[in-house]
Each structure stands twice: as structure tokens, then as C-alpha cells.
């Protein structure tokens, strides 16, 4: 084989998209990007016009996850959405999250596009040099993410207890303990808060509090299994929930409830 033929086959090597795989192996990055790119739209509209459409409930019986814990310093100014001052950490966790992270290296940077598809990138420096090795801060977004969680629980639990009226149930207190349980399900079954939790042991025998990092290792491993499932029930239950309260906040829906007064 002449020097120009083999360079010939070489550059055909590395045509992109080049695969011997006969299935549609484009649906999968085409439909989570478009799904990532939706979600990143509507919840940076809908954390940023806070204050006129998203908590605004009348006896905040119900508030939207984008603004849980509710912030609301005196100086800050009437335009500056307080969802803003905590959505920086479900934010950093959620893109650094390793499913996360294989979803839109295929879907946006083709990096690779899908298993045994060629790639445009010539070479792959890995997450180990500047900007990617950014993504090792998982770890550090996984030790704030974990706060949230008996935050939501405690949100779902105050939808059921209406001031002046009691407890009661309504489809917005049935929306926001879904909730807190997908996000409990998609935080617990993180990577790095099992390995955290029972990593890098050699023998359970041998180490302190044994029997409680045990359990727990077991408990989160039931839900890593199923990480990428917890990953997108969570994140589209999440921008349900808030559309739903902002829908009933605005009066656009009328939440069907047992409570007797106005929420
Ligand atoms: S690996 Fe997905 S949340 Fe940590």
C-alpha cells in the first residue's frame, strides 16, 4: 500500500460518525440534549422572574423546590430573584454528576456522539487538565446537595398543614413528596456519596461504625443502580412541581385540596 492510500484510509478512520453499528444510535444524545437543554431554559426563566410568578402563594403552603430554602436577605433588591442564592448548588451538583456528565459530553460535544461512533476530537486529554478537571468539585457540591434533602422533605411535610386550618392534603403536598422523594432517591444513589459513605474499605470488620456505614452503603446502592432513572425522574419531576405551584400561585389552576380556605 502506497503512502497516499494509507493516509487516504487513515483520514476515512477518522471521519466522523464513522460506525459499524446499524442502529439509531443518534436517538439517545439527540433526545437528552433536547431534554438537558429544556429543562436548563425553563428553570432559568422560572428562577429568574422569581418574584412574580414562582413562591407567591398566598399562605406559602406551597413552595416552589427553585426556592427552597427561602432567602430573603433585607438589602437584597426587589429585581434579584432569591432563587438565585442557592440554585448555584443543586446546579453544580446535578452538572458535575458523572451521568450528567456522559449525557452532554455525547449529546453537545460529540465527545464520543455514542459507544463505537468516531469522534471529531483527534486526541482526549481525559478530565485530568484544566477546564475539565473542574469536574472533580463533584465531590464538594455532593456535601451541600445532601442539606437539601430534609429541606424538601420538611417543604413536602409543611404542604400538609395549613395555618388557622390544620392538616390537610392537597394534589400540590401529593406533587412536592414526590418531590423530595425522587431528589432523596437521585442524592442517596450519587457516586461519590457512596464511596464517601463505604469507599475505599478493605474490610467492613475492621472499621469504626461499621454496621451504620454498612446499611447505608447497602441502602445507596439500591439507588445507584438505578442512577440515570433517578437522574431524569428527579429533574423533570422537579420543573413539574414548580410549574404546578407557579400555575396555582398565578391562579391559572385551582389546586383541589381539603382545605377550606384560600391557599
Ligand atoms: S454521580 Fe450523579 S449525583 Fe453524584
Known amino acids: 500500500m502506497t503512502q497516499a492510500t494509507l493516509s487516504n484510509s487513515e483520514s476515512l478512520n477518522r471521519r466522523y460518525g464513522l460506525t459499524k453499528r446499524s442502529d439509531r444510535w443518534w436517538v439517545e444524545p439527540l433526545l437528552t440534549g433536547g431534554g438537558l437543554l429544556t429543562f ?28 427552597e430554602p427561602l432567602i430573603t ?55 485530568g487538565k484544566f477546564p475539565l478537571i473542574i469536574q472533580n468539585s463533584h465531590r464538594y457540591f455532593m456535601y451541600v446537595a445532601v442539606v437539601f434533602v430534609p429541606i424538601l422533605w420538611l417543604g413536602a411535610i409543611k404542604s400538609f398543614y395549613l395555618p388557622g386550618e390544620g392538616i390537610g392534603i392537597g394534589v400540590g403536598s401529593i406533587i412536592m413528596t414526590l418531590n423530595a422523594f425522587f431528589l432523596m ?39 445507584n443502580e438505578r442512577h440515570k432513572a433517578w437522574a ?29 380556605g384560600p391557599i
Request: proline share 6%; net charge positive.
Open 232 to 260: 431524569w425522574t428527579s429533574l423533570i419531576w422537579v420543573g413539574v412541581t414548580d410549574l404546578y405551584i407557579h400555575l396555582v400561585a398565578s391562579g391559572v389552576v385551582t389546586d383541589i385540596n381539603t382545605f377550606t
Open 40 to 67: 436548563v431554559i425553563y428553570s432559568s426563566v422560572s428562577a429568574l422572574l422569581g418574584h412574580s410568578w414562582a413562591f407567591e402563594t398566598e399562605h406559602e403552603l406551597y413552595l416552589s423546590p427553585f426556592f
Open 73 to 127: 436577605p433585607e438589602f437584597l433588591p426587589m429585581w434579584f430573584s432569591p432563587a438565585l442564592l442557592i440554585l448555584w448548588a443543586p446546579l453544580g451538583f446535578r452538572t458535575t454528576c458523572y451521568y450528567y456528565r456522559r449525557t452532554y459530553y455525547r449529546a453537545y460535544f460529540l465527545s464520543p456522539p455514542a459507544c463505537a461512533v468516531r469522534e471529531p476530537a483527534g486526541s482526549y486529554n481525559g478530565e
Open 185 to 223: 432517591m437521585y442524592t442517596i444513589g450519587c457516586h461519590s456519596l457512596r464511596h464517601w459513605v463505604a469507599g475505599g474499605i478493605n474490610s467492613f470488620s475492621n472499621t469504626p461504625l461499621r454496621r451504620i456505614r454498612r446499611k447505608a452503603w447497602e441502602v445507596f446502592t439500591v439507588a
